[in-house]
């Protein structure tokens, strides 16, 4: 079974676009979608009906989509809203609700709808676990998407039954053990983390955004090295997040370049594929940034 796995990247997530215009290139057709965050937004489209036509009317509604359709208010006012007015997040849910609904086709209300397997990750800020939405068939992609995609310190975390919910990709960034665990045999896997060297945050709300994308690439690095000791998997993971890896979680106004350079990397791939290889990581600490008293950590992989 061909899963696609589809990693959070915020407005990034035109650059998967062009990935997936790629795959569909070459026929490859997933019958599994499973998406985190932006990720879950561009998986849930597809997964309506996973053609490259529907592909491209996706590419066509990221283009569409402008900063004040997801952020309508100043950004003095979701600080002010965050740090004196008890504020959950920088911003409600209202906006991002709203343009969601764009991205979900007349008569789809329910997973049990979608024409392809789709599950979306939502994290439980009260159990901390990891919940998976696509097991069942009645529950609301809407609602899904809108708790995938919680990022926290951006937006509300999502409140059901009296628990919150958050972006997925606080635990599975890229969420390529439930493509396994769900019964994939071949994965590709469109990470739109940056595996770094990055470069200094400044400012509480990128360091703290920042924070998050560490953790969760180091969780995919686990995900890969799980997937691989498996055996009998062909993992194929398209390395995105250098692309556009320092633009500003506000700017929506390079994405029809994103999607072409996804699109090309993706080609670049396909034309050479490299299954069931680990992401190549820098070794190279300069001794001058080494705390005193530690030495830099080489996980097994």
């Not at 019958?31 to 990720?39: C, D």
């Not at 409600?92 to 709808?113: H, L, S, W």
């Not at 019964?183 to 896997?189: H, L, M, S, V, W």
């Amino acid at each position: 079974m061909i899963a696609w796995s589809l990693s959070g990247g915020g407005n990034r997530g035109p650059i998967q676009v062009g990935a997936m215009r790629a795959l569909f290139e070459r026929n490859i057709i997933p019958e599994m979608l499973v998406g985190t965050s932006a990720g879950s937004l561009n998986a849930a489209f597809i997964a309506t009906n996973p053609t490259a036509h529907t592909n491209e009317r996706l590419a066509q509604l990221w283009i569409a989509t402008k900063s004040q359709d997801i952020f309508p208010k100043p950004r003095f006012v979701m600080i002010l809203r965050a740090l004196l007015f008890g504020g959950n997040g920088l911003d409600d849910n209202q906006a991002r609700a709203k343009n969601f609904m764009k991205y979900i086709p007349p008569g789809v209300e329910t997973f049990g709808d979608l024409k392809a397997k789709l599950y979306l990750t939502a994290a439980d800020l009260q159990t901390g676990r990891l919940y998976l939405y696509g097991d069942i068939p009645g529950a609301r992609v809407l609602e899904a998407c809108l708790a995938s995609t919680a990022l926290p310190v951006v937006w509300d975390p999502e409140s059901i039954n009296g628990h919150q919910f958050v972006d997925g990709g606080v635990i599975a960034g890229v969420p390529i053990s439930i493509a396994l665990d769900r019964g994939a045999t071949e994965i590709y896997a469109l990470d739109l983390q940056d595996g770094g060297p990055y470069p200094l945050k400044k400012g509480v709300i990128q360091i703290a955004l920042h924070s998050i994308f560490v953790q969760t690439y180091q969780q995919a690095l686990r995900d890969m090295q799980r997937v691989l000791a498996a055996g009998g998997i062909t993992l194929h993971y398209i390395a995105l997040g250098d692309i556009f890896g320092t633009v500003e979680l506000q700017d929506f106004s390079h994405t029809a370049e994103m999607i072409e350079l996804g699109y090309q990397r993706t080609k670049q791939y396909l034309e050479n594929p490299k299954p069931n290889v680990m992401p190549q990581r820098s070794t190279v600490v300069s001794a001058e940034v080494i705390p005193p008293g530690a030495v830099p950590y080489q996980p097994r992989f």
